[in-house]
């Protein structure tokens, strides 16, 4: 069967246009903010279901806590403790990282932002 001309121009303008179409539909992961290679200074760890606070040294997250610390997202179990054991391995060894992080919308304190992933060299 062969298809018209017509018909196969038409195809790459009908697939642009969808692809534009689902990314506006499906949400992709995006990091809002990304901060400037920096050093972890503290990390506050509660018991039970609590989150882990991480303070980085001053500057590194602006926007966020004393521009300088977040909560760790746990939006994926797995991949939060991951990130955890980047943060821990990074602070014991002296290694600067750098954080992306998203700006909640929380107007002070230390629920202003969440740290989505981290870098380590």
Same mark, same amino acid.
């Given at each position: ?10 195809? &790459? ?7 534009? *179409? @689902?990314?506006?539909?499906? $949400?992709?992961? #995006?990091? /809002? ?28 997250? &602006? ?7 977040? *909560? @760790?997202?746990?939006?994926? $179990?797995?991949? #939060?403790? /991951? ?39």
């Amino acid at each position: 069967m062969r298809l018209s001309t017509e018909s196969t121009n038409s195809l &790459p303008a009908a697939f642009a246009v969808a692809l534009i *179409y @689902l990314s506006m539909v499906i $949400p992709l992961p #995006a990091h /809002a903010e990304t901060g400037p290679w920096t050093t972890i200074t503290q990390i506050y760890s509660r018991t039970g279901t609590g989150r882990p606070f991480i303070y980085l040294a001053s500057g590194a997250m &602006p926007g966020c806590h004393n521009d300088r610390g977040g *909560y @760790l997202g746990n939006e994926d $179990p797995e991949h #939060a403790k /991951a990130t955890y054991s980047t943060l821990l391995a990074a602070l014991l060894a002296d290694r600067e990282v750098q954080i992306f992080y998203t700006i909640t919308g929380v107007p002070s304190g230390w629920s202003m932002c969440t740290i989505t992933a981290v870098y380590i060299r």
